[in-house]
């Protein structure tokens, strides 16, 4: 099983600031590696696909970058609507697993 | 409108059975996977299983095998998860979530639904 580790736990950030959050495999995964954003009693929204892709109606200022065991999420100016828990998860091999998340918060 | 809709938690005992179903809508449900992910109270989520289009390949995590059967009907749009032999770690709110045509990850989710496991 591919492990992954995000990091930091907590993120607290000033509204208007950049966010730049780490997750890391435990084996490589190519760019078959997603970002996820969740806010509380919602379900997961898909952020990025393929290490760098955006999904459908995802803001500009989320970016994906990362290819291996190395991937980083960068909210580049924070937005109320964003503070939230983000998951990575990789694709690359069953079963299909997810990092223990990172809470963005309010600074 | 593009929907997935869960039904059938509730309160089971240890040792316990569970269907679960998701309505599918506003997509052709026949040309997708779909998965079931779960998420115990407060915690990170867990992928637990994946059904092709045609049924054929399913894959389970590990936790779950021999316990829990995914299927699903495509006249019905409808994705199942049966869960039998059910233990407390079980409990969570569980998500249907449709695949993507690159695969393996999940691009719209079911609002969730709350399986209890307790006596």
């Known amino acids: 099983e591919i492990v992954m580790t995000q990091s930091p736990a907590t993120l607290s950030v000033s509204p208007g600031e950049r966010a730049t959050l780490s997750c890391r495999a435990s084996?490589?995964?190519?760019?078959?590696f997603a970002w996820y954003q969740q806010k509380p009693g919602q379900a997961p929204r898909l952020l990025i696909h393929?290490?760098?892709t955006r999904a459908t109606g995802v803001p500009a200022r989320f970016s994906g970058s990362g290819s291996g065991t190395e991937f980083t999420l960068t909210i580049s100016s924070l937005q109320s609507e964003d503070f939230a828990v983000y998951y990575c998860?990789?694709?690359?091999?069953?079963?299909?697993?997810f990092g223990p998340g990172t809470k963005v918060d309010i600074k | 409108q593009v929907q997935l809709v869960e039904s059938g938690g509730g309160v089971v005992q240890p040792g316990g059975s569970l269907r679960l179903s998701c309505a599918a809508s506003?997509?052709?449900?026949?040309?997708?996977?779909m998965h079931w992910v779960r998420q115990a109270p407060g915690k990170g989520l867990e992928w637990v299983t994946f059904?092709?289009?045609?049924?054929?390949?399913?894959y389970y995590v590990e936790s779950v095998k021999g316990r829990f059967t995914i299927s699903r009907d495509n006249s019905r749009t409808t994705l199942y998860l049966q869960m039998n032999s059910l233990r407390p770690e079980d409990t969570a709110a569980y998500y249907c979530?449709?695949?993507?045509?690159?695969?393996?990850?999940?691009?719209?989710w079911g609002q969730g639904i709350l399986v209890t496991v307790s006596s």
């Open positions: 979530a449709k695949d993507t045509h690159e695969g393996r990850l999940f691009d719209l």
């Open positions: 506003g997509f052709t449900f026949s040309a997708f996977g």
């Open positions: 059904i092709p289009v045609d049924g054929s390949e399913k």
């Open positions: 084996q490589r995964v190519n760019s078959n």
């Open positions: 393929s290490a760098s």
């Open positions: 998860q990789q694709y690359n091999d069953w079963p299909l697993t």
